[in-house]
C-alpha cells in the first residue's frame, strides 16, 4: 500500500482577486470567514469568563433596542447614500467584492448573508473585544479587517464610525442584539440596494 506523504513546502500562498473566485468559492470563503470569526469571538467570551447565555440573552425591553439598532442602521444608511452621491465610485470602490456577494442574489439569500455577518461580527468584535479594549479601539481594528476600503480614508472612516456606533448602541442598552440589529439592517439593506441597481 503506497503511503500519502504530504510536503507543507510544496504548498504555495497567492493573493487572489475577487473576480478570480468562482460563485462556489466565493461562498465558502464567505462561510468559512465568519465561522472563524464566530469561533474566535465565542472562545474569547469564554476565556474572558463572560456568561454566554447572559450575553446572548433577549432583553426584556427588546422594542427599545430594536429601536436604538434600526435608528443606527437608518443613520449609517443615510449617511451611506449621501457620500455615494458626491464622492466618485474609485474611492468607494471595494473591489467589487459586495457586488459579487450581493449583485445576483435571491433576497432570502442577502437576508441569511447579513444574519450570520452581523452574529458572528459582533460577537467577536462587541461581545468580546469591545469587553477588553473598548468601543475606539475595537473600531480601528473592526476598520483595519475591513481591508478592502483602506484604499481611501473616506471608506474606511465610514466603517470606522458605523463600528463605534455599534459599540455605542451596546453600551448605550446593554444588549449586544442592538448591535446585532443595526449591522443586520444596514447590510441587508445595502445588499438590496446593490442587488435591485444592477437589476436596473
Request: hydrophobic fraction near 55%; charged fraction near 15%; include cysteine.
Amino acid at each position: 500500500m503506497k503511503k500519502f506523504k504530504f510536503k507543507f513546502r510544496k504548498v504555495q500562498f497567492r493573493k487572489v482577486t475577487v473576480d478570480e473566485l468562482d460563485d462556489r468559492m466565493l461562498l465558502i470563503n464567505l462561510y468559512v470567514t465568519q465561522a472563524l470569526i464566530f469561533i474566535i469571538g465565542f472562545i474569547w467570551v469564554i476565556f474572558q469568563q463572560q456568561n454566554l447565555f447572559s450575553l446572548l440573552s433577549i432583553p426584556s425591553s427588546i422594542t427599545n433596542v430594536f429601536l436604538w439598532g434600526a435608528g443606527l442602521a437608518a443613520v449609517a444608511i443615510c449617511v451611506d447614500l449621501v457620500l455615494s452621491r458626491f464622492v466618485p465610485d474609485d474611492i468607494g470602490d471595494d473591489g467589487g467584492v459586495n457586488e459579487r456577494i450581493f449583485g445576483t442574489r435571491a433576497i432570502w439569500q442577502i437576508a441569511l448573508f447579513s444574519l450570520v455577518i452581523a452574529f458572528c461580527e459582533e460577537l467577536l468584535f462587541r461581545g468580546a473585544m469591545q469587553h477588553a479594549f473598548g468601543p475606539y479601539w475595537t473600531s480601528i481594528i473592526f476598520a483595519t479587517i475591513h481591508v478592502r476600503y483602506l484604499k481611501h480614508w473616506i471608506p474606511t472612516g465610514l466603517v470606522f464610525s458605523i463600528s463605534y456606533g455599534l459599540g455605542w448602541i451596546y453600551i448605550q442598552t446593554g444588549s449586544i442584539w442592538a448591535p446585532i440589529i443595526a449591522h443586520f439592517i444596514f447590510d441587508f439593506v445595502m445588499g438590496l440596494l446593490i442587488r435591485f441597481r444592477r437589476e436596473s
